[in-house]
C-alpha cells in the first residue's frame, strides 16, 4: 500500500501527463505512430502495477500491509486450510489480489467504453490518448478502494475469474508467439534472399537447433526429476503427449504439400512453439500439490530429494513466489510489449487481434506551435488497433499477472486447475499452430498470408 501511495510522487516529475500520447513521447521517437505510443504508455502503466504487486509480496512488506484495517487481525485463516497457513504469508497473497484487482476494473471500464471508435475524430479518442494524469489518479484511486474491500468470499470468487482470464491470455501469448515466429523467419529469408548473405540462413539454423536442444534438454529434465516409476501417473501423461504433439507439429512443418500451399512455415517457427510448450508444461507441473512429483529448484539445486524437506521450512507453506513465476513474467513482458509495437502482414492474426495490416512505425515527426516535436497521428481517417480489445487484452493480462505472482494459490485448495488450464492451453497452442500449417491446404481458394 505504502509503494502504492508513493507512485504519486512521480507525478510532479512529469508536466506532460495532461497532454496526448505524442507529447509524452515524442522526445524517444518521434517519428512513432501516436497510436504506438498510446499503446507503450498503457503497457507502462500495466507495469507499474505489476512492479508494485512484485513489492507487495516480497518478504518484509507484512509490516506494512499490517497498518491497514482488518487486513490481518489475529492471524486470520483461510477455510480450509485451518493452523496450516501462516498469515504473514498471506498477507502478500492479499495483497496481490487487491492491486490486480484495481488493475483489470482500469482496464476493464476503458474497453467498455470504447467500444466502437473509429477514428481519432471521435470525441472518446482523445479520453483514449491523452488525460494521462487523471487517468493515473484514477488507478491509484481504485487501488486504494481496492484494499478496503471486506475478505468474506472475495479471494475465491477472484481466483476463479483469475483462472479463466489467465487461460484466455496464455492462448493470446500463444497466438502471439506465432505471429512472432512466422514474422521472425519471414524477414531474415527475406534478407538473405535479397541481400544474397547466407550468414541470415547461418542464424536461422542456429536458433532452430537451439530451441530444440533447450526442449529436448527440458523433456529429459521433466522425466527425471518430475516423474516417478511408481507415481506421478498425470506428468508422464503430459510429458509424453507434448513430445509427440511437437514431434508431429515439426513433421508436418516440412511436409512439401505444406511448404509449397504455406511457404513461411518452417522449422524455426516449429522450435519455438515446442519450446514454448515445454515452458507450459513444466509451469503446469510446478503447480501439482504433490509434492512427491513437484520437487522446488532449491531442493534441486541442493541435491536434496523431495521426500526430504529442506531443513527449516515448512512442508504446508504456501510459496508465492518461484522460479516458474520469474519466467512467466519474463514472458508476459515481452508479449505485452510486442503487442504494443507490432505490426503483423498476417491478415488472419490482424483479424483476430482486431488490428490493422501495415508496416513500421509511421511517418515523421511534425514540430508543433508551441515548438515541441510531435508524432503524427495515423488515425484521422480508422483506428489502427481496436482501442475495446486492447484494453481487454490488457485486463486479462492483469488477471495472468495475479495467479502468475501469486503461483495459483488456490491449487493446494482445489484439485490442480491451475495444472489442467495451463496442460490444456499447451494443447490448444499446438492445434492453433498445426492449423495454420493445414489452414492453406483445407482451403485452397482463401488467403491466408
Given at each position: 500500500m505504502g509503494a502504492c501511495m508513493a507512485l504519486c510522487s512521480m507525478?510532479?516529475?512529469?508536466?506532460?501527463?495532461?497532454?496526448?500520447?505524442?507529447?509524452?513521447?515524442?522526445?524517444?521517437?518521434?517519428?512513432?505512430?501516436?497510436?504506438?505510443?498510446?499503446?507503450?504508455?498503457?503497457?507502462?502503466?500495466?507495469?507499474?502495477?505489476?512492479?508494485?504487486?512484485?513489492?507487495?509480496?516480497?518478504?518484509?512488506?507484512?509490516?506494512?500491509?499490517?497498518k491497514i484495517p482488518g487486513f490481518c487481525v489475529g492471524g486470520d485463516s483461510i477455510l480450509g486450510l485451518d493452523n496450516?497457513?501462516?498469515?504473514?504469508?498471506?498477507?502478500?497473497?492479499?495483497?496481490?489480489?487487491?492491486?490486480?484487482?484495481?488493475?483489470?476494473?482500469?482496464?476493464?471500464?476503458?474497453s467498455a467504453i470504447m467500444i466502437q471508435v473509429r477514428s481519432s475524430k471521435d470525441c472518446r479518442a482523445a479520453v483514449q490518448n491523452g488525460f494521462w494524469f487523471f487517468k493515473f489518479l484514477m488507478l491509484i484511486g481504485i487501488t486504494v478502494g481496492a484494499f478496503f474491500i471486506p475478505d468474506g468470499m472475495f479471494h475465491t470468487v477472484w481466483f476463479y475469474f483469475g483462472a479463466v482470464g489467465s487461460f484466455i491470455f496464455i492462448i493470446i501469448q500463444l497466438i502471439l508467439l506465432i505471429d512472432f515466429a512466422y514474422s521472425w523467419n519471414k524477414v531474415w529469408v527475406e534478407n538473405a534472399e535479397d541481400g544474397e548473405n547466407k550468414g541470415w540462413f547461418a542464424g536461422l539454423l542456429?536458433?532452430?537447433?537451439?530451441?530444440?536442444?533447450?526442449?529436448?534438454?527440458?523433456?529429459?529434465?521433466?522425466?527425471?526429476?518430475?516423474?516417478?516409476?511408481?507415481?506421478?501417473?498425470?506428468?508422464?501423461?503430459?510429458?509424453?503427449?507434448?513430445?509427440?504433439?511437437?514431434?508431429?507439429?515439426?513433421?508436418?512443418?516440412?511436409?512439401?504439400?505444406?511448404?509449397?500451399?504455406?511457404?513461411?512455415?518452417?522449422?524455426?517457427?516449429?522450435?519455438?512453439?515446442?519450446?514454448?510448450?515445454?515452458?507450459?508444461?513444466?509451469?503446469?507441473?510446478?503447480?501439482?500439490?504433490?509434492?512427491?512429483?513437484?520437487?522446488?529448484?532449491?531442493?534441486?539445486?541442493?541435491?536434496?530429494?523431495?521426500?526430504?524437506?529442506?531443513?527449516?521450512?515448512?512442508?504446508?507453506?504456501?510459496?508465492?513466489?518461484?522460479?516458474?513465476?520469474?519466467?512467466?513474467?519474463?514472458?508476459?513482458?515481452?508479449?505485452?510489449?510486442y503487442a504494443s509495437i507490432r505490426s503483423s502482414s498476417n491478415t488472419q492474426v490482424n483479424k483476430l487481434m482486431q488490428t490493422e495490416e501495415g508496416g513500421g512505425s509511421g511517418g515523421e515527426g511534425v514540430v508543433g506551435e508551441d515548438g515541441l516535436l510531435r508524432a503524427v497521428d495515423n488515425e484521422e481517417e480508422a483506428v489502427s488497433y481496436s482501442y475495446s480489445f486492447f484494453h481487454f487484452h490488457l485486463c486479462l493480462a492483469s488477471l495472468y499477472i495475479m495467479m502468475t505472482l501469486t503461483n495459483w494459490y488456490h491449487s493446494y485448495l482445489l484439485d490442480m486447475p491451475a495444472v489442467w488450464v495451463k496442460i490444456a492451453s499447451s494443447w490448444l497452442g499446438l492445434a492453433l499452430y498445426l492449423w495454420t500449417l493445414l489452414a492453406p491446404l483445407v482451403f485452397p481458394d482463401r488467403e491466408f498470408n
Open positions: 507525478a510532479s516529475c512529469a508536466s506532460c501527463l495532461c497532454g496526448s500520447a505524442p507529447c509524452l513521447l515524442c522526445g524517444c521517437c518521434p517519428s512513432s505512430k501516436s497510436s504506438t505510443i498510446t499503446r507503450l504508455i498503457y503497457s507502462f502503466f500495466l507495469l507499474l502495477g505489476t512492479i508494485v504487486s512484485v513489492i507487495m509480496i516480497l518478504p518484509g512488506m507484512e509490516d506494512q500491509l499490517r496450516l497457513v501462516d498469515c504473514d504469508v498471506i498477507l502478500g497473497y492479499k495483497s496481490v489480489y487487491r492491486m490486480c484487482f484495481a488493475m483489470t476494473c482500469f482496464f476493464f471500464f476503458f542456429f536458433f532452430t537447433v537451439l530451441h530444440y536442444a533447450l526442449a529436448f534438454t527440458a523433456l529429459v529434465l521433466f522425466y527425471v526429476y518430475y516423474t516417478k516409476p511408481d507415481d506421478c501417473t498425470e506428468h508422464k501423461v503430459f510429458i509424453s503427449l507434448n513430445l509427440i504433439f511437437c514431434i508431429i507439429i515439426s513433421v508436418v512443418s516440412v511436409l512439401p504439400k505444406v511448404q509449397e500451399a504455406q511457404p513461411l512455415s518452417g522449422l524455426l517457427q516449429s522450435s519455438l512453439i515446442s519450446l514454448y510448450t515445454m515452458y507450459v508444461t513444466w509451469s503446469a507441473m510446478t503447480n501439482n500439490p504433490n509434492r512427491n512429483c513437484n520437487p522446488s529448484l532449491l531442493s534441486l539445486v541442493s541435491n536434496v530429494t523431495s521426500a526430504q524437506p529442506v531443513p527449516g521450512t515448512n512442508p504446508e507453506t504456501l510459496q508465492l513466489w518461484d522460479a516458474q513465476s520469474v519466467v512467466g513474467l519474463v514472458i508476459f513482458l515481452f508479449c505485452t510489449l
